[in-house]
C-alpha cells in the first residue's frame, strides 16, 4: 500500500522569494517519487522524478527535490519564485508490481507581484 | 509530434448518453492508463493495460469500459453517462526500464454530463 500527504493545500508566495511544497509519503516497497504540475485547464507535466538514485533531485525551471527516507519526505523547492510557477503541484508515489501512481491533493501555488 | 494523444479534448454531453474517448501514444511504450480528476483536482486510477492486458482496475462502475485494441491504444467507453461522471480523464502511458522508468500524460478530456 502507498499514500501521499501534501501538507499545505494552498501556498503563496511573492515573486523572486523561495518556494518550499511539502511532501511525505508511505509505502510499503522501494518507492519511486514523482512531482508534476498543472498550469489551469492544462495537462500534467513532469517536473522532477526520484528512482533511488541521487536523492537530491533536479529537475525543470529551476525546481528540485530532496528525498530523505528517514522522514520520509520529498519536499519541492525553488529559490526564486516567478510569476510563471503559479499552477497546481501534485507528489505522486509509485510503487509495486503494477507500479501504479498515487497521487497526493495537490498544493496550489500563488506567486504574488 | 505529440506522445500521448487523446480526443476529444472536451465533451459536453446529456445524461444517459453513451460516449468514448480514446487515447494514442507513440512513444513505444508497453503500460497504459486511465486516471479521473474530480472537481477538486484530485486524482485517481482507474485503469491499467500491460500489452493490451488489464492490470489495474480499480472500484469503477461497470458502465466504464476499456479496450486496449493493441498496445498503442486505449480508449475508454462510457455508458448511460450520470452527472457524477462530470470530470477531467487523463490518459497516460509509462515503461520500465530497470528501476528508472517515466509516466507521459496526455492533455485530458474535460466530460461534462448534463
Known amino acids: 500500500a502507498q499514500s501521499v500527504t501534501q501538507l499545505d493545500s494552498h501556498v503563496s508566495v511573492s515573486e523572486g522569494t523561495p518556494v518550499l511544497l511539502r511532501c511525505n509519503y508511505s509505502s510499503s516497497y522501494s518507492p519511486s517519487l514523482f512531482w508534476y504540475v498543472q498550469h489551469p485547464n492544462k495537462g500534467l507535466q513532469l517536473l522532477l522524478k526520484?528512482?533511488?538514485?541521487?536523492?537530491l533531485v533536479k529537475g525543470i525551471n529551476g525546481f528540485e527535490a530532496e528525498f530523505k527516507k528517514s522522514e520520509t519526505s520529498f519536499h519541492l523547492t525553488k529559490p526564486s519564485a516567478h510569476m510563471s510557477d503559479a499552477a497546481e503541484y501534485f507528489c505522486?508515489?509509485?510503487?509495486?508490481?503494477?507500479?501504479?501512481?498515487?497521487f497526493g491533493s495537490g498544493t496550489q501555488l500563488t506567486v504574488l507581484p | 509530434d505529440t506522445a500521448v494523444s487523446q480526443t476529444p479534448k472536451y465533451l459536453v454531453t446529456q445524461m444517459g448518453n453513451d460516449k468514448s474517448i480514446k487515447c494514442e501514444q507513440n512513444?513505444?511504450?508497453?503500460?497504459m492508463y486511465w486516471y479521473k480528476q474530480d472537481s477538486k483536482k484530485f486524482l485517481k486510477i482507474m485503469f491499467s493495460y500491460n500489452n493490451k492486458e488489464l492490470i489495474i482496475n480499480e472500484t469503477v462502475p461497470n458502465r466504464f469500459s476499456p479496450k486496449s485494441p493493441d498496445k498503442a491504444h486505449l480508449n475508454l467507453h462510457i455508458n448511460s453517462l450520470e452527472l457524477g461522471d462530470s470530470a477531467v480523464y487523463f490518459c497516460?502511458?509509462?515503461?520500465?526500464?530497470?528501476?528508472?522508468?517515466?509516466?507521459?500524460f496526455g492533455s485530458g478530456t474535460r466530460l461534462t454530463v448534463v
Open positions: 505522486v508515489v509509485s510503487g509495486g508490481s503494477a507500479r501504479q501512481l498515487t
Open positions: 526520484y528512482t533511488s538514485a541521487a536523492t
Open positions: 512513444l513505444g511504450h508497453d503500460t
Open positions: 497516460a502511458s509509462s515503461q520500465e526500464r530497470g528501476l528508472d522508468y517515466g509516466y507521459t
